[in-house]
């Protein structure tokens, strides 16, 4: 069974970056599509950005594009979340998800595993 942890979160003023980082352990990456998703306090968690096993295929929520890139390396069983231009609204916790994507139909499905996320705080 794989294991996550996510690293990179922090705080950091509007405008800035940061690099979020997913490690998974107990099996491996390749095995899985990838996703990254947050939860702002008092909302639901909603998806962020995905990418396939291979890292040919990556699916962005609109929110995020052109600001956020999903990236991964199997080798070393990891996934990243590069994050510039943060806003206020992309304060949340953030968590990543080992799941399976659908091309065809530009979706991600989360499957059971996840990680137990990393703050991120943009001030305004």
């Known amino acids: 069974q794989v294991q996550l942890v996510e690293s990179g979160g922090g705080l950091v003023q509007a405008g800035g970056s940061l690099r979020l980082s997913c490690a998974a352990s107990?099996?491996?990456?390749?095995?899985?599509?990838m996703g990254w998703f947050r939860q702002a306090p008092g909302k639901e968690r909603e998806f962020v950005a995905a990418?396939?096993?291979?890292?040919?295929?990556?699916y962005y929520e609109d929110f995020v594009k052109g600001r956020f890139t999903i990236s991964r390396d199997n080798a070393k069983n990891t996934v990243a979340l590069q994050m510039n231009n943060l806003k206020a609204e992309d304060t949340a916790v953030y968590s990543c998800?080992?799941?399976?994507?659908?091309?065809?139909?530009?979706?991600?499905?989360?499957?059971?595993?996840w990680g137990q996320g990393t703050q991120v705080t943009v001030s305004s």
């Open positions: 998800n080992a799941g399976r994507d659908h091309p065809p139909s530009g979706t991600y499905y989360p499957d059971a595993y």
């Open positions: 990418i396939s096993r291979y890292g040919d295929t990556t």
């Open positions: 107990g099996g491996t990456l390749a095995r899985y599509a």
